[in-house]
């Protein structure tokens, strides 16, 4: 019942969705993610982090709380894995990190990400496993060294569940990670394309450890509403895209309990060809919110496919590429899908879709319907963990405040993700998922990017680390350059 997880633009559609789809398929595979877990344990590179305490002098707090009032000058401990206390007492043995002049805030969610993973790129036999091997460190570097600490996996297989396992034994530094199995209708193995396969696919999932299901764009709308329904009985939170059948209907696509649109794109695809108005975006946003539907708007991947679809240059100088994996890297520069149908008609419809989508963050912001940011990392250009703070930037120039720029990656994808007991705010209690900042992201949000050290679940990385784990990914990365070519993937 496993269905590919197809990574699919709509905007390709109409431009050789086929091979596309199927790269991006391969793509998708080589993404991975899992679930939270509010036990999940201590770690900290083989070390006892409960050995350490730290205290955070003299640090500017930004809670993002809902009255999120900055707190100045406060000394935040660490203990365990935990925010043991703000402004109590310091004990003699708290390894001590100067936070004058410095920004405390909440570690960072992205909303939607696609994993690296281990894989099998060839048929299927008895007893064979994966062929193609990621090393799950490498994968997880980008996110942790960005201040991203918790990851919404959107793609997901059993291969996340092993990869959250080594984050969670202290093997490798990584965020949490929470699981969405996609079901997906069509002809591809493992569709689901009546409503007793819809339910029975949600009820496989539930088994099998998921607790949040994807919906998506080749559903029937009988199958669609039955997969939601069943999740709901199971207690599943639903994310996901609106399936095409609904084009023209999109308002019957908002039924009780889809959760949460995958991007913005999910909507403007609905009115592919049709001029796209501040109107449609208040009537989507209409419809979003009078079903409590929030709304991942990932502005960047579009962004970055108008980029690339414009020139490879805009891939080739990114700073970025160096922690991108070979395989990948050969796949997004010489087997470039949206580049190869690069036209005017194409770059026209892109860069409508651009100012469409931030037409949808200023609607959806009026009507109050809540936003997570998300990246949709792993997709053609969008590099793990750098990308959400251009995303940040993207919704900020869009028409958020900083502030809810901040909230869409901090307390709005905990409290979605139903895990703002434990992480979302700098909050006594809460995991010690943290970002130190050099700068006030609410003067300019770009300073979410001038990071100066990232606790991930009591784990501190001071820049010193951050930057060595990312010289260990690209010093890799570069050795092994010459090694993949996407074009020879099934031979690996
Ligand atoms: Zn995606």
Redesign the pocket.
């Known amino acids: 019942m496993m269905t590919s997880p197809i ?1 699919t633009h709509f905007i390709s559609e109409p431009y050789s969705m086929n091979s596309l789809s199927k790269t991006l398929a391969l793509l998708a595979i080589l993404i991975l993610s899992s679930c939270v877990d509010p036990q999940s344990t201590t770690r900290d590179e083989g070390n006892d982090p409960q050995d350490k305490t730290y205290v955070i002098k003299n640090v500017n707090i930004i809670p993002m709380t809902n009255a999120n009032d900055v707190i100045e000058n406060a000394n935040v401990l660490i203990k365990d894995n935990f925010i043991y206390s703000i402004n109590d007492s310091i004990p003699s043995n708290a390894l001590t990190i100067d936070g004058t002049g410095k920004w405390l805030i909440p570690g960072l969610i992205d909303m ?1 990400v ?1 994993t690296n993973a281990d894989l099998n790129f060839r048929a299927n036999k008895p007893t064979q496993g994966a062929t193609f091997f990621m090393n799950t460190q490498h994968v997880m570097t980008p996110h942790v060294a960005n201040g991203v600490t918790t990851i919404f996996e ?2 997901a297989r059993v291969e996340h569940f092993g990869q959250r396992n080594e984050i969670a034994k202290g093997e490798v530094v990584g965020p949490r990670m929470a699981l969405a199995r996609l079901i997906n209708g069509g002809d591809g193995s493992g569709s689901v394309n009546t409503e007793a396969d819809a339910r029975q696919a949600v009820r496989s999932a539930k088994n099998e450890g998921y607790n949040f299901i994807k919906v998506y764009s080749h559903l029937s709308i009988e199958s669609y509403q039955a997969a939601i329904d069943e999740a709901q009985k199971h207690g599943l939170k639903v994310v996901g895209h609106i399936p095409d059948v609904f084009k023209g209907q999109t308002e019957n696509a908002f039924i009780l309990h889809f959760g949460l649109v ?1 991007h913005a794109e999910e909507l403007s695809k609905q009115i592919r060809n049709q001029p796209k108005t501040a109107k449609d975006a208040e009537n989507f946003a209409r419809m979003a919110k009078e079903n409590d539907t929030w709304l991942i708007p990932n502005l960047i991947a579009i962004v970055k496919i108008r980029d690339q679809v414009k020139s490879l240059d805009s891939i080739r100088s990114m700073e970025s590429l160096k922690y991108v994996h070979p395989l990948l890297r050969d796949k997004w520069l010489n087997s470039n899908n949206y580049n190869k149908h690069s036209s005017s008609e194409f770059l026209g419809y892109l860069d409508s879709l651009i100012a469409f989508h931030q037409e949808i963050v200023v609607a959806f912001k009026e009507a109050g319907v809540p936003m997570v940011s998300g990246t ?1 990392a ?2 053609s250009g969008v590099v793990t963990g750098f990308a959400l703070h251009d995303e940040l930037q993207l919704l900020a120039e869009a028409g958020l405040t900083n502030e809810e720029v901040l909230i869409s990656a901090t307390r709005h994808p905990a409290e979605w993700l139903g895990i703002a007991e434990m992480v979302g705010t700098v909050e006594e209690g809460k995991f010690a998922d943290l970002v130190l900042l050099d700068a006030n992201p609410l003067d300019e949000i770009s300073n979410t990017r001038r990071i100066s050290g990232v606790f991930v679940n009591g784990t501190w990385l001071d820049k010193q680390k951050i930057d060595a784990l990312l010289k260990d990914l690209a010093d890799w990365n570069t050795e092994n350059i010459d090694t993949y070519e996407w074009q020879k993937r099934r031979m690996y």
Request: overall charge negative; hydrophobic content about 35%.
């Open positions: 990574n939607h696609h959107l793609s995958a949709d792993g997709v």
